[in-house]
């Protein structure tokens, strides 16, 4: 079977980390091609480690007309059992593109709710819909916000649609984690300091800003607590200014990008997240993987995730004093083993790596023999 992704670009996150799993867990009698159109290639080595072929249209800027034409050559030579296509953008040009030339099914999956894609990218995506033959989500409350239903795949499709959650390779991150050397990060926290972790990108979504504020608090009830945020994005110089407005220079690290997020999961005890929109966040599943307990706001997506009282805490988003309250809850060593063995357990039994890939090519083979040619 030969499967075509086509994603924006190829950086550290969430839709680009689920192909690269899915390249690499997939049977071998599945070929797959990764296309992306423009921006960050940093997944390019890894994906062709696990054997796929990678494409890239070396769009300069949105719609840019060079990149669209190799697009369209690209995909008029080419033929695929299914053409697969992640985040809006590449979901419009995708689904176009199918038309050029010979592609047995075109799937689409949607990564998080409408609203935190802009209007225009939201009306184009929303406009060349019709033309999947399937359309995921990545968890029950993207598929509600999009359609007022959810469907959890079990081999069939209601109005053409499904939820596959993602997943994380549970036990492979989990040894990541404890086999690496926190003391490599070259920091230094107090012993007896909580050490909260957000591993994400810096955009408007991730509301880091509302987590700096709550961090505020926490210092003034735990003096010694310290926050690592790691990512990458247009946000960083922003996160950076508001740490020093607020004097926390001494506990907060914002990190930019990292080589390796591992040792700082294995230096953490508390993973934490301020996002307003989510998916199905694989950050969280990885701090569950690493048996940390989460601190997150109830937004959907999320609350398919982390179980509040049992796994971590829920709070409302855009709430610095509600995050704060939840964050000095889990300060306790053994409220943090507690609910971390809970996580780690219920990350293994749901959303386990394996399930996801099963579940992509029951789809993938359901489409693929009946969907013809377009």
Known sequence: M????????????????????????TDPDVSYTVCFVEGDDSLVPDLREAGAEVVDFGASFKFDPRALGRMARFFRRREFDVLHTHLPYSQ??????????????????????????????R???????????????????????????????????E??????????????????VETADPDSLAVTVADDATVYLNVSRYVPAKDQATLVDAMAAVVDREPAAHLFVVGWGSEEESLRERVRRRGLDDDVTVTGRVPSVHPYYALADVFV????????PIAHLEAMAAGLPVVATDIPGVD??????????????????????????????????????????????????????????RLYESLSPSSGSR
Request: aromatic share 6%; glycine share 10%; with cysteine.
């Open 159 to 176: 109005d053409g649609w499904c939820t596959i959650y993602n997943g994380v390779d549970t036990d492979a991150f989990g040894t990541a």
């Open 123 to 157: 009306t184009l995506e929303r406009t060349t819909r019709p033309l999947d033959d399937a359309t995921v989500a990545v968890s029950a409350g993207v598929e509600r916000a999009f359609r007022g239903a959810a469907h959890r795949y079990d081999g069939t499709l």
């Open 2 to 25: 030969e499967i075509c992704y086509l994603i924006n670009q190829l950086a550290p996150g969430g839709a680009p980390t689920l192909l690269l799993d899915l390249v690499r867990r």
């Open 304 to 361: 398919e995730v982390v179980v509040d009282g049992e796994t971590g805490r829920l709070v409302p988003p855009e709430s610095p004093d509600a995050l704060a309250s939840a964050m000095c809850d889990l300060a306790s060593a053994d409220r943090q083993s507690e609910f971390g063995r809970a996580g780690r357990q219920r990350v293994g039994e749901e959303f386990d790596i394996a399930s996801t890939v099963e579940a992509h090519r």
């Open 92 to 121: 419009t040009l995708g689904r176009l593109s199918a038309l050029l030339g010979t592609i047995g099914a075109v799937v689409s999956t949607q990564h998080n709710v409408p609203e935190n894609y802009h209007p225009i990218t």
């Open 273 to 280: 997240s301020s996002s307003v929109f989510e998916g199905l």
